[in-house]
């Protein structure tokens, strides 16, 4: 079976922290990234603080006869934009400053910032040249009407669950599906609703094998394998077996498959690429917590949305500028400053309208 593979998030965060080590002189928010994780509740606030700040200076630029931001109140909003990691937008603010008050250092941060977000993003894999959209394919077709999620806890000697963590991560699973909801909004679309049926399988030798071999680097049948494994311990002989049964007892438009097993890695979504194709699933290799950054929030909320048919940005020659707070492109520090751009709206199902984009869309 011929399979498309997508990848999350990890790459491009591990590039974020080092650019964060890169330029703490300069950019005074991105020093917590050093900080203790206890405080990352602080951290939070400090991103409220930021938006609050945010939304007032672009308010400002909008109302007539006003003068244009001053040179601090730049560097404060291109603070603010780093805080939340949504960097093209700093580099923005960075150069208004620049002109109003020239600086080496000023000029140094610049420069650094512009190095990295031209280099490439994901250094292990190819940089694509076109979007590929999967719209309308598999059991999860668009983002409307009601969808059945099917979210398994997966035990192997590698991924223990408490019984907290699971209300966690149930808990950050309701806040993407209503962080979709409020991105529905935007495009007047009915809004979406979630049934979601959760799974504890207890692990086995077996498993812990199978777990072993789960790698986004060479995938393989391997993964076939330990989803067929995994839902036979619920008495079914495929996943789309799980799914269809599911769909017809909540009566569903749609149905999507989420593996979680808690231990860092690479999550990644393999997604229908194709009309009759009945098998899609994504594997979130994600801990529960992260400390500097809603990494779980974005990797559930990334990956779903690789099932309803989007692609990756990120990876995309021609769309390094493009739509850069796409939840498919950059990740902003906090799901809430990510959302749904066009492009993405048209893959899931929210859209009829194919945008005009700086590269091919097949």
């Known amino acids: 079976m011929i399979k498309f593979i997508v990848k999350n998030y990890d790459a491009v965060r591990a590039s974020f922290f080092i650019l964060a080590v890169l330029l703490p002189v300069s950019i005074g928010f991105l020093k917590l990234l050093e900080d ?3 405080t990352s509740l602080t951290h939070e606030s400090e991103g409220g603080e930021c938006r609050k700040l945010i939304e007032d200076l672009e308010l400002k630029q909008t109302i007539p006869d006003k003068e244009d931001l001053d040179y601090r109140s730049w560097l404060n909003l291109g603070d603010c934009y780093a805080h939340l990691w949504r960097y093209q937008e700093a580099l923005s603010a960075f150069k208004n400053a620049y002109v109003l008050q020239s600086s080496t250092p000023l000029l140094e941060l610049i420069t650094s910032l512009e190095e990295y977000l031209t280099e490439q993003v994901t250094t292990e894999e190819r940089p694509r040249s076109f979007y590929t959209v999967m719209r309308n394919f598999g059991p999860a ?3 409307t009407g009601k969808t059945v999620v099917a979210y398994l806890f997966i035990e192997t000697n590698q991924s ?8 966690q991560a149930i808990s950050t699973l309701e806040f993407a599906q209503q962080w979709y909801v409020k991105q529905a909004k935007n495009y007047q679309v009915a809004e979406p609703t979630f049934v979601n049926r959760v799974f504890h399988i207890e692990g086995d030798p077996m498993m812990s094998r199978f777990h072993s071999t789960l790698s986004i680097q060479s995938p393989s049948k391997h993964d076939d394998d330990f989803t067929r494994y995994v839902v036979s311990k619920l008495g079914f002989d495929t996943p789309s ?3 269809e049964k599911l769909q017809q007892e909540d009566q569903a438009d749609n149905a999507m498959l989420f593996l979680h097993l808690n231990k860092q890695a690479r999550s990644f979504a393999w997604p229908c690429t194709y009309r ?4 899609e699933y994504t594997f979130i290799l994600e801990p ?17 949305l690789h099932l309803f048919g989007a692609d990756d940005l990120y990876n995309i020659e021609n769309a390094k500028t493009y739509a850069t707070n796409d939840i498919m492109h950059y990740a902003s520090r906090y799901l809430e400053d990510s959302e749904i751009d066009s492009l993405t709206a048209y893959a899931i199902g929210w859209s009829d309208f ?9």
Do not use: N
Not at 160 to 167: E, F, G, I, K, T
Not at 276 to 279: G, M, P, T
Not at 288 to 304: C, F, M, N, V
């Open 288 to 304: 529960i917590k992260d400390p500097r950054w809603q990494s779980l929030h974005y990797t559930i909320a990334h990956e779903g």
């Open 141 to 143: 077709k668009h983002l």
């Open 276 to 279: 009759w194709c009945e098998e």
């Open 36 to 38: 203790d994780p206890e």
């Open 241 to 243: 077996q799980l799914l």
């Open 354 to 362: 194919k945008p005009h984009t700086p590269f091919p869309i097949y």
């Open 160 to 167: 223990q669950w408490s019984s907290l963590d699971r209300q």
